[in-house]
């Protein structure tokens, strides 16, 4: 069996980000095709946020932690600490402890190849000195894109981001993205690039997360007498910002095209708590926006499949990229409603999944006259769900395939 020195910062206990997803479904799925995943991870103490519950990992997985601290908590003093701690981020410590640990691994396991994952930039860092000091072929992956306008805001680190994110492209044998969009930034960016080293294998949901969930009674709704909308996930303040959402519920209600007590939007899991309280407050729609804390992995899926629709946020400055978490969503077959620039690679998706409501997260305007239709289709049983032969395509384990086929090109090389 061939062996992947995957390296990831996301990876349980880490709780938080969806973004674990894709590096546990790679790592569940490869050994079915021949591969076996050797992860090297940071130290569980590197993590703001832990799962509380055990996550599951297959009998006999390789997983090496390294040392690792966030700098924001653990080298910082008064609430400050040194720039150089904190470039490219805040992990740059897992790079000492993760460069020693790998290359141990390395001469134990005698990997074929090294694949890392991005967005946490000392991942891509590891990896390319790891690269330098084996000769191991390298997949890049960039859940996100990088070095973007304005982010990150401060110069000298945009400047580590950009020269990391070169250094990625030129030496890695393949880089891989998840949306169409953030391959052709990169093809336009770095025009010298041969095209064949930039591959999309898209994210996707693990069908066996959602095991038993469909013969699950549904029980009673989710909010009684009131059809919900749900997100499940962060709600960022400039990529998710949800300002124009909860304008337009206001003037739903001041028009009387909500009544109070008919819907409910509830935001699991936001992260922002205390951003959203304010803003709630501020547009008085705390009659119809619902807070809710962080649940279980498996029962946040079973309360998206019992969600009467179910709400995508995504901004036009993230065009080029798609939530992990609407690849979920689509597998629950709830109606979807997507605020989102009509223009981007959401929805593009979900346009291609038979999801036709939406509306640009920057227009109330816009956001209100979608929202009235969709809750009326909603009331009325109409509202469409999302295409069942289309849902079957983005399961981890086809992207898994994907992935070896990239691996079994490089192997032959």
């Excluded at 992990?324 to 929805?347: F, H, N, W």
């Excluded at 979900?350 to 816009?366: P, Y």
């Excluded at 979608?370 to 384990?397: C, I, M, N, Q, S």
């Amino acid at each position: 069996m061939k062996r992947l020195l995957m390296i990831a910062f996301h990876f349980p206990p880490f709780a938080a980000s969806s973004g674990i997803q894709r590096t546990l479904g790679f790592a569940r799925h490869l050994p079915a095709f021949g591969w076996q995943p050797l992860v090297l991870t940071a130290h569980p103490r590197a993590y703001e946020h832990r799962a509380s519950g055990h996550t599951a990992l297959p009998a006999g997985m390789v997983v090496e932690p390294a040392f690792a601290l966030d700098s924001a908590r653990q080298l910082s003093f008064m609430g400050r600490y040194p720039g150089f701690a904190a470039r490219p981020d805040r992990w740059i410590s897992w790079w000492l402890g993760a460069v020693p640990k790998g290359l141990a691994m390395i001469r134990k396991y005698r990997p074929d190849a090294i694949w890392s994952t991005y967005p946490i930039a000392t991942a891509h860092k590891i990896a390319c000195t790891l690269q330098r000091l084996s000769g191991l072929p390298w997949i890049a992956d960039f859940r996100d894109p990088m070095a973007q306008d304005h982010y990150p805001s401060d110069p000298k680190t945009w400047k580590s981001f950009r020269a990391l994110e070169e250094a990625a492209l030129r030496r890695a044998a393949r880089g891989i993205f998840v949306t169409s969009g953030a391959k052709r930034v990169y093809r336009e960016r770095y025009p010298d690039l041969d095209e064949s080293r930039l591959v999309v294998i898209e994210n996707g949901y693990d069908e066996e997360s959602f095991a038993g969930l469909d013969e699950e009674p549904q029980g009673a709704p989710l909010v009684p007498g009131a059809k919900t909308i749900l997100h499940s996930g962060i709600v960022y303040p400039s990529e998710r910002d949800p300002t124009h959402l909860l304008r337009a519920l206001r003037s739903m209600l001041d028009d009387g095209r909500l009544k109070p007590g008919a819907l409910c939007v509830r935001l699991r899991a936001s992260g922002h708590e205390e951003m959203l309280k304010r803003l709630i407050d501020e547009h008085r729609v705390k009659e119809v926006v619902q807070l809710m804390p962080p649940i279980p992995y498996r029962e946040a899926l079973a309360e998206m499949m019992r969600a009467d629709g179910l709400l995508v946020l995504q901004a036009s400055n993230c065009n080029e990229q798609i939530p992990v978490k609407l690849y979920e969503y689509l597998r629950c077959g709830r109606p979807i409603i997507g605020l989102t620039d009509p223009l981007g690679d959401t929805a593009a998706l979900l346009r291609r999944a038979g999801m036709t409501s939406i509306a640009s997260l920057d227009s109330s305007d816009d956001i209100s006259r979608a929202l009235w239709k969709f809750t009326r289709e909603l009331h009325d049983g109409t509202a469409a769900r999302p295409d069942l032969d289309y849902v079957k395509t983005p399961t981890r384990k086809r992207r898994t395939g994907a992935l070896v086929s990239v691996l079994e090109e490089l192997a032959r090389k």
